[in-house]
């Protein structure tokens, strides 16, 4: 397994890039949750909680993709150093307003402001991984690897917020994401030599959007659902977590959750799969759904860790593998903004996840949040299924860009 990782990280300039993007990505894991335990305890309502970093996530969910589509056409570095620089600079000034009790408006206005220019630093990654290398199989062990990092990161972030909130000060599980953001942005951008050149578009020839193919919309609908599961989850676990006298481990709870995910992503990586991938993307996530769907019948924090630890070892090879039909999908000028997709309809589930559970917890208490997980997990079910005929038989569109 070792080998397999260090044969694509000897890549020139990989291994700088790839650490780069850890620390630049820190705050995806962070920022949601920071919102909601910040809000929850200067406000007192958790329905606000999740309303302000819903409106955070789809403002990211919106804008992201539109990003994305610049930087395939300008370069990462352009368009995302004074992106980066104002996502920073607006989350700075959503913290500044919730520790000084301001408004409630102005809670929305900066946490819209810093999702929708934050962008995606993992399709970033990415799609520098897909410039220097060659061979499909690299590309796929590269895949695996970054979302194994991907789960590092949601297993130390969840851990760090939580205890900065509750054990520092409210706005204080927000600091860190804040410098993790300009620092490791800025450090990322910096490494011009792997980063992918912009494509020249032929102006005679007319460009679809890249949801104009039917399994990259089947893609989105899927990963929607599967993000509201992640959402609710995150709510729920906070609540659950109050609600049997140890707030501070509700961070550990869901890194634990995280934490089967990286092992299964770097187990999946190491082998290279004969299986076709549309099956192995429907099996991961209908065992994840199952797996989910037993947060609502535990009774203890232990009992929900060990079911997130187990359940965890679907969601990376999900992901893993709904990237790799994005692969399939896009033009290859284009593979960044699809890429962004992937993780903007997460995004956009988490939102749904979260606030709809934040409004059901405070009325049902933790319970109402696991039933939104249990929803989430039947919708990404019969999305799957649904989509199962189009998944099948993928085609990429035909390229019409060309690197400049």
Sequence with gaps: MIHTYATVLRQPGALAFSAAGVAARLPMSMVGLGIVLMVERLYDSYALAGQVSAANVIAHALCAPQLARLVDRRGQARIMRPAVTLAAT????????????????????????????????????????????????????????????????????????????????????????IVAMLVGGHLFLALRATEPPPTVRDPGVRHGHVLRSGGMVVVVAVFVAVGAIFGATDVATVAFAEAEGSPGAAGAVLAVFAAGSMLAGLGYGARHWASPLWLRFATSVAAL???VSLFFVVTSLPALAAVMFVTGFAI?????????????????????????????????????????????????????????????????????????????????????????
């Design 90 to 177: 607006s989350l700075t000034a959503l913290v500044v307003t919730a520790a000084t009790g301001g408004p409630v408006p102005l809670l929305f206005v900066f946490a819209t402001l810093a999702g929708a220019t934050v962008g995606s630093i993992g399709a970033l990654v990415r799609a520098r991984w897909s410039f220097v290398l060659t061979d499909p199989r690299q590309v796929h062990t590269a895949y695996s690897l970054e979302s194994a990092l991907d789960e590092l990161v949601f297993i130390i972030g969840p851990v760090v917020v939580t205890l900065l909130a509750t054990g520092v000060a409210p706005a204080a599980g927000l600091v860190l994401p």
């Design 289 to 291: 759904a199952v797996g």
């Design 316 to 404: 990376a090879p999900s992901i893993i593998t709904g990237n790799g039909l994005v692969q399939q999908l896009v033009e290859p000028g284009r593979l960044t903004e699809g890429l962004t997709w992937v993780s903007t309809s997460l995004g956009v589930g988490v939102a749904l996840g979260a606030s709809s559970a934040g409004a059901l917890i405070d009325v049902q208490g933790p319970r109402g949040g696991f039933l939104v997980v249990v929803a989430g997990a039947g919708l990404a079910v019969v999305a799957t299924l649904v989509a199962l005929p189009t998944l099948r038989t993928p085609a990429r569109t035909t390229p019409v860009a060309r690197p400049a």
